[in-house]
DNA sequence: TAGATTGTTAATCGATTAACAATC
DNA sequence: TAGATTGTTAATCGATTAACAATC
């Protein structure tokens, strides 16, 4: 799976998107899509999507447009989502707590495969059908589950060394919700998500009214 | 506070990392800032933070740099964080605990004025310092308390729902965590938070090695 | 066949980077 | 003054949009 042209962080970025419609698509019992009605549904143009999907291949009939299920699944193994990667969290306060229960995770086909603590206090509480785990186990658990992405939900403070650890222990990527720089091998792949940015996106277009609105951080 | 040349989100968006870090260096004692030392600790080019702030104003002083306090102020001015707007969640699930603790929202200057649920359960629980009201009553607590920003954090198929009451309640904006596609009239500014693009373009990322690494989310 | 819609090339637009004059 | 660094204009780069030939 070599691609040729680099893939713009924005097509990457819509692909998910394309995914979820078309699962919706697919839940309706849609058959075909055209550009014309993605674009529609996702307020995107029908010529962004077309290029976008053209970037990894040729996936529709002229004339005719996107089987919806051919597509759907097409887009997943482009997204590695046919992988069913493990995952850990790090961190089980209460952001930890809400991303083990967020469904979306297991809806893109990841597993929640181990959730860490240090608090003596919180390892060993279930949450879901997960046993919380002292951290001081996190190599081995990590190797044994064979896990490849680590979700670091700790406190800022200890965002760096979570990560050290993470990596030291044979983690793949990394997912971030501390609002830290991360340093990491540039080996290890990370995302940073960093809620502060679209709150104070909203307050600055609240601040500027008068010009238009609806600006939104991740489009729906 | 009238600016001619139309800002760009990507602008908007780097904003708030400037103004975290110019906390940063306040807190650390510092005094001046070059554009160069602010672009080192961001990894962001050094014109570009130049292009962005000019695009305000004359924050700097040629020769010498920015003040760190001073363009603190004046970026928190720009994002409208000296108005100190108050929030209200609705919704006390797990990602609404979270949010109802996240420190962010404090230290950007805003006030969790209200929490809202439908469950009788919940309704009447603390969280933190605050109590979990009635949704039956939204309406009037967000006039009387003078509620500005709206988080909606109820499951996807209520957030339609959750948004028509929160504008007909005269909220001005609104900050969602639903995976939906939310209707909302253009007067009124939102911003989606959506968790599964970051988690499906780490994944990308990680399907895709070979390739360069650490694409973030949201930089930081 | 006629109509529709893709895949792809070309044109446009906007954002980033480079260069440099102004000036502290 | 000499050195440093901003503010701003120009050059470059990349992404989006438009156009259209290919073809189902």
Redesign the pocket.
Known sequence: MQERP?I????VD?LPRYYRCLRQLSDEGGDI??????GRRLA?????I?????AF??????????YVAELKESIGGILGLDQHLSLAIVGMGHLGAALANYQGIARLGFRLAAIFDSNPVVIGTRVGERRVEDIAYLAEIIAERNIQIGVIAVPAAQAQIAADQLIAAGIRGIWNFAPVKLHVPPSIPFVSEDLSVGLSALSYYLAHRGGESDVLSEKN
């Open positions: 680099s713009s962080k924005a097509t819509r899509v055209s550009s014309e009605e993605l995107i143009n029908p010529e962004q077309r290029k976008d999907l053209t291949g040729q996936f529709g009939k002229k004339g005719v447009g996107y």
